[in-house]
Each structure stands twice: as C-alpha cells, then as structure tokens.
C-alpha cells in the first residue's frame, strides 16, 4: 500500500516567528533527560540505605532507564513522526513528569527501579520528538546550526551537571529531590510548548511496523541487558551471554523484517547513506569510550581523596563550562567549516584528555592534572556534539526525521552501555592483577587499594582513548559532507 503524500506543518520557506522560543522549550525538556542519566549516581548510596537495596541491585536504579530508554528510541522515534512530534513531545514530559515524581515517593526498590524504567520509556518518546523538532522548525542552515549548537552543549554538559546537582540535592535537601527535580521541570516546558512549538508530522496512512518495533525493542533490551549483568556476572557466565545471543538474533530478524515491509520502522536508507552512517558510528564510538569516564572520576574523588558528594560534582564544573564554550563556538563555526574537521579535531582532543586521565596517581593534582585534561576533552566534546547532531539530520527527508533522530539518541545509549561494562571490566581486572603483583599474598594497605583502584582506572580510559581516536577517523574518512553541502541544502526536506 503505498503512503500518501507527505505534509510538514512547519515549511521550508517560512520562518516560525516563534522558533527560538520554541528552542528553549526543547532545551529545558533536553536538559531534564540527559540530567537524569546520571543525577541518581551521586544519591544511590543515600537511596539504598532508605529503601534497603542490596549491593547487587545497585546498578538497576541506573541500568533500569537505559535499558528502556536505549530499547524503545526507534519506536518513540517512529510514533513522533506519525502521531506528531509536538503531540508526542508533551506526551513524553507529562509521563516523564509523572514517572519522576513516583520514582520520589518510593517505598521499595521494586517501586523506584519500576519508575526509572517508566521514565527510560516517556524519555525514549520524548527526545527524538525535540531532535526533529528543530531540524523542521530552523530551515536556515546558519540558525540551525545554532540550535544544534545549544542542543549539542546540553547534550555535553548534562551527564556532568546531573553530579554536581545530584551531589547538592542530596547533601542539602534529600536523595529524593533527584527525582523530584524532574517534575516542575517536565510541567515548565509543557506549559511553554502550548504557545510556543508548532506542529509537525508525517501524513500517511497509520500503518505501525508492529513486528520490526517488537523485535527491535526486544533485542534492544535483551543485549543491554546483558552487558549490564556481564558487567557483574562476568562475560563468560550463562545469562549475559544468553541474552546477548538472543538479542542479537533478534536484531538480526528485526533487518530481515525491515526490507520486506512497506513502512519500515528504520528506513534502510538512513544506514545505506554515508553522512548518517559516520554520525552514528562516530556517536557509537564516542559513547563507548567516553561514559565510563564520569563513573570512574566519581570513585577517584571520593574513594581515593576522600571528596564529599558535592565537592566530586563540582570537580566536573570545568567540563561543563567546557563543552558550553566549544559547542557555541562550534555553532558559530559549523557553516564555515563544515561538520567533518570540527568531530574529527574534537574527537582527537577527547582522546588525549582521556590518555592524560589513565595517567592519574593517587597522589596527582586536581589542579595540575585532573582538570587540564577534562577541559582538553570538553573544548573537543562540543564540536563533536554539533557536528554529529547535524550530521545526523542532513538532506533528511521529513518522514524520516524522527527516525534518523532516534538512531542517533540509540547509538548513544547503546554505545554508553556497552562502553561502561566493558571499561568496568577492564578496570576491575587491571586493579586485581595489580595485586597480585604487588600485595604478595599480603592484605592489601589501603595505599595500596587506592594504587591499584588508579591503576585499573588508568587502563579503562586508554580503552576509551582508543575508541574516542577511532571515532574521528571514521568520520573525517566516511563524512566528506563540508560547508558547501551545508549551505546548497538549507531545508530539512531537500531530496536525496
């Protein structure tokens, strides 16, 4: 059955007076999700002494949102462009809002790890919604290029302001204001999205590719599930490999599925072309090397210098303001330049910043070596964040925007995933063999702990150097898209 034409609410040719109202309402409702990929790390221990969690589960009250919101970001991505992405914008604030203020009232870890899966599921709704939303609401490639910039330095900025807020709120108010938080946030950017953002959508005839959005999110969430328990478990043991397996067959079916169907849940076609394909594995990449680093940075501060939760949040400030200067500069330069030189000079300065961390002692300087190389990788951070957004959306066709956006947001969870459970195994086991080199059967000195804690540390970020370094060279090699591309093509639905 073929689609009927396409219609975009907001067109090339005129301007929404109203876009960069519209950009602060998205930025307010982007803030508040990537804010919650990591503000719950710093209050966990206060949460599991209130609700008695055992050591075990943990990693649930983190690995429960990434788990729902890495395996449903296809099919949110999907229901924006059908059902319309404003629509399914507010749909995703109202329940992320609502998920939030459970997960603030829990009683039990069943209930608060049930709430962070419920806002991993409006979250996966809600932001390919926003990503779409400005591709179709900014047509002019310079003001485009700066609402990604904004977009991007949130992107950057938020997994380091949820420690620094989550270190605040729990110190001075109480662990669950972590959750709270998210609540007055989602209702604000509702409420300015009213008046403010306009409407976009696909019109075709609604037919869901219900089997592809099934076997996707299933394999999605058998794979991260997985590596989250072989990050516990041990790669070799039974259920993470099993669940790896199964969600790799599944995936496998999921392609199958999607070049024999009439509406495919992921066009083939946003992997066949070259641009899209280097911003998705460069944001594989990126995710992989560079997200174990704020959870590894976490445990130097507190376990080996003793830091409290909020002096280790603001020990990550420099980054913050790092990525907010580069990714607006990067804004700035992005129709000069072109996206190829801004991801792949960034991705070779995260990749020292990171080289320069595995080099830690439990005796080195914050001041003289910690926060140089987190403000190496932050001012490389912002150009790649940009670029990739942009990237990602370049001479996109309207119908597939949301999709091409949830591919981008799913690399990245996926990719984050994955990254954190491998660094963490290499960590854990360079530590242990540390050791055993130098304990010689003894206790271990707790100079001796915190030596060998440094030293695992040091080699989970060589790992993520390394992919942070591969990462801009399959861009610069895959993504030849320059400055020209970028100004022949200024509106969202040009053709292919």
Known sequence: MSAAPERNVVHAEVADPRRWFALVVIAIAQLMVVLDSSIVNIALPHAARALSIAPKNYQWAVTAYLLTFGGFLLLGGRVGDYLGRKKAFQIGLLGFALASLLGGFAVNQAMLFGARGLQGIFGALLTPAALSLISVTFT???????????????????????????????????????????????????????PNVRESKVEVRTKYDVPGALTVTAGMLAIVYGVSQASTDGWGSRTPLTFMCGGGFLLVVFFLIEQRVSSPLLPMRLLTNRYRAAAYLSQLLLAFGLYGMFLFMTFYFQTVHGYSAVKSGLCFLPFSLGVIISATTASQL?????????????????????????????????????????????????GVFVSLSSTALFNIEPRDTGAASAVLSTTQQIGGSFGTAIQNTIAVSGAASFLIVNAHGERPTVQLAHAALVHGFGQAFRFGSLMLFVGGLSFFFIANVDRHHLKQHDGPSAAH
């Not at 938080?181 to 509702?190: D, E, G, H, R, S």
């Not at 991801?343 to 595995?358: D, E, I, N, R």
Request: aromatic share 10%; glycine share 14%.
């Open 334 to 382: 992005l129709p000069k330049f072109g996206p190829r030189p801004l991801a792949t000079v960034g991705s070779f300065m995260g990749s020292l910043g990171l080289l320069g961390l595995s080099m830690l002692h439990p005796e080195s300087s914050y001041a003289l070596h910690v926060m140089p190389c987190l403000l190496m990788m932050s001012l490389g951070m912002g």
């Open 140 to 194: 002019d490639s310079k003001e485009r290029a700066k609402a990604f910039g904004v977009y991007g330095a949130l992107s950057g900025v938020g997994a380091a302001i949820g420690l620094i807020a989550g270190g605040l709120l729990t110190q001075y108010l109480n662990w669950r204001w972590c959750l709270f938080v998210n609540t007055p946030m989602a209702l604000i950017a509702f409420t300015l999205s009213i």
